[in-house]
């Protein structure tokens, strides 16, 4: 059973940045992909980026590429570095953990409760 919890969201200015952490626990080996995903209010829920535990693989959507990067910050810690934020990346952002290295959210059995990113002057 793994478990998740997020931190880092806020408030901040558009053009700012902000380095969301995903700690987890109860991992028992590699073979865990870790995503994000973010969900803002009457939109659906969409994958952010990715990282498979077992050789460090990651892969960020297209179009966030350039200004989202994830990457692990220790043994059971990853982190999305958030910059040039824009308005519309206002959303909460969850990490969630599965067993097998893909994109889609009904695939990660686990999830974090999320942490509430706000881009707002």
């Known amino acids: 059973q793994l478990r998740l919890v997020e931190s880092g969201g806020g408030l901040v200015q558009p053009g700012g940045s902000l380095r969301l952490s995903c700690v987890i626990s109860g991992l028992t080996g590699k073979d865990v992909s870790i995503g994000w995903f973010r969900q803002a209010p009457g939109k659906e829920r969409e994958g952010v980026a990715f990282l498979y535990l077992n050789g460090d693989t990651t892969y960020v959507d297209p179009s966030l590429r350039g200004r989202f990067t994830m990457a692990r910050e220790n043994a059971n810690t990853v982190y999305l570095q958030l910059n040039a934020l824009k308005p519309e990346d206002s959303a909460i952002y969850y990490c969630?953990?599965?067993?097998?290295?893909?994109?889609?959210?009904?695939?990660?059995?686990?999830w974090g409760h999320g942490t509430q990113v706000t881009v707002s002057s």
């Open positions: 969630a953990a599965g067993s097998r290295w893909n994109t889609i959210a009904r695939h990660y059995e686990y």
